[in-house]
């Protein structure tokens, strides 16, 4: 299986970001490695001294598709749920500026928090889901699938052009704003409509 993820999918990230609005969807990929056991604490890479957090709504791929039309991309999952794509910022910045890929700072063991997943027959209006971040009980991103930039069957579509989608394939829809840091002792805990999908303990 493999994890496709998408970028700038939320105008107020972008804006606390780099400003920068895409034309197209912006798409990259983690490996199965990425996927941490939530099972077990979350020890921070010693290669990073800033890494951040971004909860993400992510869907589960129930079926083999390439190519995929919008308007049958409903068709190819069942499951919703709540992930983090942990991301190493100082890293990044430093890719960034020598132009460099993202893989290191993206798709590195263990950057990739997938909770649990609600039949998205159980959550209503899929495009307008309320989800959120608490970190140490507090609040910190929180937003809802109506200000996503690209809908669920838009990624699905446009990513299937690229990548044929198989089944167990994970996808990450993009964060919203409220990205930030984690230090050791953090806890961090994901809600999808006010479900609890994943507690992650920070070492």
Known sequence: MKIICVGKNYADHIKEFDGKHPK????????DTAIH?????????????DLHHEVEVILKITQNGKCISEKFAHKYYEEIGLGIDFTARDLQASLKQ???SWE???AFDGSAIIGDFIH??????LNSLAFRLEKNGQTVQESST????WT?????????KFFTLRKGDIIFTGTPAGVGSVAPNDILEGFLENQKMFTV???
């Open 146 to 149: 109506s200000l996503m930039l």
């Open 98 to 100: 020598n132009g460099l």
């Open 24 to 31: 197209n969807i912006v798409l990259f990929l983690k490996p």
């Open 104 to 106: 290191k700072c993206k």
């Open 201 to 203: 303990n920070i070492k």
């Open 37 to 49: 056991n939530t099972e077990l604490p979350y020890y921070i890479p010693d290669f990073t001294n």
């Open 120 to 125: 998205k027959s159980r959550l209503g209006d």
């Open 152 to 160: 669920f069957d838009q990624i699905i579509a446009e990513a299937s």
